[in-house]
């Protein structure tokens, strides 16, 4: 009902009541008198209007619970980013460690063709015409070479002098000696060899009791 309306329900209802308009009046007359007398007034039905102050809050505490979401999926990023970066870490090393292995299977089985290259070198033959030292001349050179990719896979001899050490010597035989200390190798039988730090087979020896 509009405020017009209103008014004039009121001055109608007045009117009922009383059975006439005060003396002199019309009815406009007495509409406009209702409203200066404040009797008629709009309803205010508008929602109020929040102040500067309850929206900065608002604002503020929206902004808060954005920067807690915000904070809780970084965390969770970084956790992730994190476990991945493990993950690919733990397989890059275990791949490195399957590689070595595999490696050392490989020399380890390589090491008798070694042995007797040496073998056979040690026990040639000096009375050998010029034809022959040259054909003996190249298996030096393909010894050298096997040698060289040994040592490039990171095979290198176990000094196999001095104190023996278990981790690295294997005692065959153990005798009396003048001059050398109890406990020091004598002889080496073989040769011992390590694949970056860790020991293929230990050197075979002769050691003083």
């Known amino acids: 009902m509009t405020q017009e309306n209103t008014i004039e ?49 608002q604002l ?13 999926m970084l965390d969770k990023w970084q956790r992730t980013l ?29 090491l008798p063709v070694v042995d007797d290259f040496a073998l056979a070198l040690q026990n040639m033959p000096t009375d050998l015409d010029s034809s ?30 001095g104190e023996f050490d278990p981790n690295q010597h294997e005692a065959v035989t153990s005798e009396a000696h003048d001059s050398i200390p109890s406990g020091h190798i004598i002889d080496t039988l073989r040769t011992g060899y390590e694949h970056k730090g860790r020991v293929l087979r230990p050197a075979l020896v002769r050691v003083v009791e």
Do not use: C, H, Y
């Open 132 to 161: 022959a030292v040259s054909w003996v001349e190249g298996f030096r050179q393909i010894q050298k070479k096997l040698g060289s990719i040994m040592e490039d896979e990171g095979v290198t001899p176990i000094v196999a002098n």
């Open 9 to 57: 329900s009121t001055v109608e209802s007045t009117v009922e009541s009383n059975g006439t308009l005060p003396a002199g009046q019309t009815l406009e007359e007495q509409m406009n008198e209702q409203v200066g007398a404040g009797v008629l007034v709009e309803e205010d039905t508008s929602e109020p209007v929040p102040s500067d102050a309850e929206i900065i809050e």
């Open 82 to 110: 994190a476990e991945a970066q493990n993950s690919r870490r733990r397989q890059e090393k275990q791949l490195a460690e399957e590689l070595e292995r595999a490696s050392a299977r490989i020399i380890r089985r390589l």
């Open 60 to 72: 503020r505490v929206e902004l808060a619970a954005e920067k807690v979401r915000a904070d809780d």
